[in-house]
């Protein structure tokens, strides 16, 4: 089964830091770019990072470059989401999701359930 | 950056067509992308590549674009389609590369 599956989420301090972890499985994890995409509470989707098939290439949203990391380990088929520096407006669901070709800039046809990260003060 | 804006909010009867429109510079351009968000789930495409249609997905789900609006259309509207709809792109500015989300639409079966 094709699946991408998140965790690390959880309650965190405004001003830590925080790993988010998205596994893949059911289909070749190193062919793929990884999105990480965030929706608040109540709020739209907004796109956070992205990672090329090796890791050598990411790019981010305004919002977040500087504070964020994205990276990945192909032979575990995963890819992280380092959040430092922690703010209130980072509070969300976290998405990873996939695109549906190896092409960089194709549409997203996959993505995990999420992982829901809290911000405490 | 590049912005998509959608309408906030968009109504409509059981058996009635919904257009939900998202707007940006030089859209016509670009690739637009629909996705269906429902109450706690997982974004679904429902449009890639502005009025292609994934399998599985109901012909009543359309996508075109115009000038600098890309549209879905959702004919037969049924009580099961009420969702939050986002429109996307991938845009590129010199070295910088982003995925850009409209707002989101959130539409109401009434």
């Known amino acids: 089964q094709v699946r991408l599956v998140e965790s690390g989420g959880g309650v965190v301090k405004s001003g830590r830091s925080l790993r988010l972890s998205c596994s893949g499985s059911g289909f070749r994890f190193n062919d793929y770019i990884i999105h990480w995409v965030r929706q608040g509470p109540g709020q739209g989707l907004e796109w956070v990072a992205v990672v090329s098939q090796d890791g050598k290439d990411s790019f981010y949203a305004d919002a977040v470059r500087g504070r964020f990391s994205i990276s990945r380990d192909n032979a575990k088929s995963t890819v992280y989401l380092d959040l430092r520096n922690i703010r209130p407006d980072d509070r969300g669901v976290y998405f990873c999701?996939?695109?549906?070709?190896?092409?960089?800039?194709?549409?997203?046809?996959?993505w995990g359930q999420g992982t829901k990260v809290t911000v405490s003060s | 950056s590049y912005v998509l804006t959608q309408p906030p909010s968009v109504s409509v009867a059981p058996g009635q067509t919904a257009k939900i429109t998202c707007g940006g510079k030089?859209?016509?351009?670009?690739?637009v992308h629909w996705f269906q968000q429902k109450s706690g789930q997982a974004p679904l495409l429902v449009v890639y590549?502005?009025?292609a249609r994934p399998s599985g997905i109901p012909e009543r789900f359309s996508g075109s674009e115009s000038g600098d609006t890309a549209t879905l259309t959702i004919s037969g509207v049924e009580v099961g389609d009420e969702a939050d709809y986002y429109c996307q792109v991938w845009h590129s500015s010199g070295d910088q590369q982003t995925w850009v989300f409209g707002g989101g639409t959130k539409m109401t079966v009434l």
């Open positions: 999701a996939r695109p549906g070709t190896s092409s960089w800039n194709d549409f997203i046809d996959l």
């Open positions: 030089d859209l016509g351009t670009k690739s």
């Open positions: 590549d502005d009025d």
